[in-house]
C-alpha cells in the first residue's frame, strides 16, 4: 500500500514561531504537494514539487516555503506563523502527472 | 482560469436511498481530467474515479456510478443504496493538460448517511 506519512496530526505553535510540517512517502513518487484545507474553500495548493530540490508555486504560496531534499520527503515551512494560516494542511503524491494523488491524514494546525 | 463547483454544502439522506452529489466544472482548455475523492471523517483523502475529456462513458462501480456530460460541463456522482460508512465529505477535483500537476478542488460535499 502507498503510504504517505505526515509528522503530526495536530500541532499548536504560537504567532511568530517558524513552523515545520513534514512529509515522507514510501513509493518513490516524483510529485509531491501541499494543500491547506478550509470550511467552505475545499483544498488549496500551496506548493509542489516535480523532483527532488526543484518546487513550483500554488495558488497560495504566500508566507509558506518548502524544502525537497531527498525524494520521499517534502517539507512545508511557515517562516513566522500567524494566526490566518490556522488550518489543515494535508500532504499528497503521485507517481506522474494526471496521475491518482496519494493523500497523508492531515496536520490540524492551530496558531495562537 | 479552471474553476469547479460542488453547490452542495451538504446532504443528509437515509440509508438505503440513492444520492447525487453534483459538479460542475470550468476549464479552456480541451483535455482536461476530472476526479473524485472521498475524505472520511479520519482525514486521509481516498480516490475515486479519473475521468479524461475524451472519454464521456459513464462508469459504474458497484453502488458508486459517474455520470461525465461535456455539454454541461458536469460530472456528477450517484451513490445507490447508501449505507452509513458512506458518510464522508466528497471534493471533485480537475486537472487541466497545460497546468499539469496543479489539481483545482471544488469545496466539498458533505455526505451524512442516516441509519
Known amino acids: 500500500d502507498v503510504k504517505v506519512t505526515q509528522s503530526s496530526r495536530y500541532l499548536v505553535k504560537r504567532t511568530g514561531e517558524k513552523v515545520f510540517l513534514e512529509c515522507v512517502q514510501d513509493?518513490?513518487?516524483?510529485?509531491m504537494f501541499w494543500y491547506r484545507q478550509d470550511p467552505g474553500l475545499g483544498l488549496r495548493l500551496i506548493y509542489f514539487?516535480?523532483?527532488?530540490?526543484?518546487?513550483e508555486k500554488g495558488d497560495i504560496p504566500e508566507g509558506y516555503s518548502v524544502s525537497r531534499e531527498k525524494k520521499e520527503r517534502f517539507s512545508l515551512i511557515l517562516e513566522s506563523a500567524s494566526t490566518n494560516q490556522t488550518s489543515m494542511y494535508l500532504c499528497?503524491?503521485?507517481?506522474?502527472?494526471?496521475?491518482?494523488?496519494?493523500f497523508g491524514q492531515g496536520t490540524r494546525l492551530t496558531v495562537v | 482560469a479552471q474553476k469547479v463547483t460542488q453547490a452542495q454544502t451538504e446532504i443528509s439522506v437515509v440509508e438505503k436511498e440513492d444520492v447525487t452529489l453534483d459538479c460542475v466544472y470550468e476549464t479552456r482548455d480541451t483535455t482536461y481530467y476530472l476526479f473524485w475523492y472521498k475524505q472520511p471523517p479520519s482525514g486521509e483523502l481516498v480516490f475515486l474515479i479519473r475521468?479524461?475529456?475524451?472519454?464521456?462513458q459513464n462508469e459504474i462501480s458497484g453502488r458508486y456510478s459517474w455520470n461525465f456530460q461535456k455539454s454541461t460541463s458536469s460530472f456528477n456522482f450517484t451513490i445507490t443504496a447508501s449505507q452509513v460508512v458512506d458518510s464522508a465529505v466528497y471534493f471533485c477535483a480537475l486537472e487541466e493538460y497545460g497546468s499539469a500537476r496543479q489539481l483545482t478542488f471544488g469545496s466539498g460535499t458533505q455526505l451524512t448517511v442516516l441509519p
Open positions: 514539487s516535480y523532483d527532488v530540490k526543484m518546487k
Open positions: 513509493m518513490d513518487h516524483e510529485n
Open positions: 499528497a503524491s503521485s507517481p506522474t502527472d494526471r496521475d491518482e494523488a496519494f
Open positions: 475521468r479524461n475529456s475524451f472519454d464521456e
